[in-house]
C-alpha cells in the first residue's frame, strides 16, 4: 500500500505562485511512475505532470508547459510541483498519484489518461483573475 498526502494548496491571484508537496509512504518503491492530476468542478480528471523515477524524466500536459515543474527529493520522499504564472484556468483540486510503468511512454500514457493505481485526498488550488 502506498500512501499520498498533499499540502500547499490555496487560494492566489492570477499571476501568482504555489508549490504543491506530496508525502509518499508505504510500499512505493514499484510505483515509478508519479504524478499530479487535477481536477476541476464539471470537468474531466487530467493529468498534470508526471516524474519518472526510473531516469528522472519529466512530462507535462501542454497547458503548463514552461509553468509549472515537478519534482522529487529521493531523501524526504517527496514529490512536488512548482506552479508559476498560475492561471483562473488552472484551478481545481489537485491530487498526488503514483503507479508502477514499464517503460517512460507508458508513465506519459498515465498521465494522458490521469490513470494511476493510487491517489491522495487532494489539496484545493484557487486562481482568481
Known amino acids: 500500500q502506498v500512501q499520498l498526502v498533499e499540502s500547499g494548496g490555496g487560494s492566489v491571484q492570477a499571476g501568482g505562485s504555489l508549490r504543491l508537496s506530496c508525502a509518499v509512504s508505504g510500499y512505493w518503491s514499484e510505483n515509478n511512475c508519479m504524478g499530479w492530476v487535477r481536477q476541476a468542478p464539471g470537468k474531466e480528471r487530467e493529468g498534470v505532470a508526471v516524474?519518472?523515477?526510473?531516469?528522472?524524466?519529466?512530462n507535462y500536459t501542454d497547458s503548463v508547459k514552461g509553468r509549472f515543474s515537478i519534482s522529487r527529493d529521493r531523501d524526504q520522499n517527496t514529490l512536488y510541483l512548482q506552479m508559476d504564472s498560475l492561471e483562473p484556468e488552472d484551478s481545481g483540486l489537485y491530487y498526488c498519484a503514483a503507479g508502477s510503468s514499464g517503460s517512460w511512454y507508458h508513465c506519459i500514457v498515465r498521465r494522458n489518461e490521469a490513470d494511476f493505481s493510487y491517489r491522495g485526498q487532494g489539496t484545493q488550488v484557487t486562481v482568481s483573475s
Open positions: 516524474f519518472f523515477i526510473t531516469g528522472g524524466r519529466t
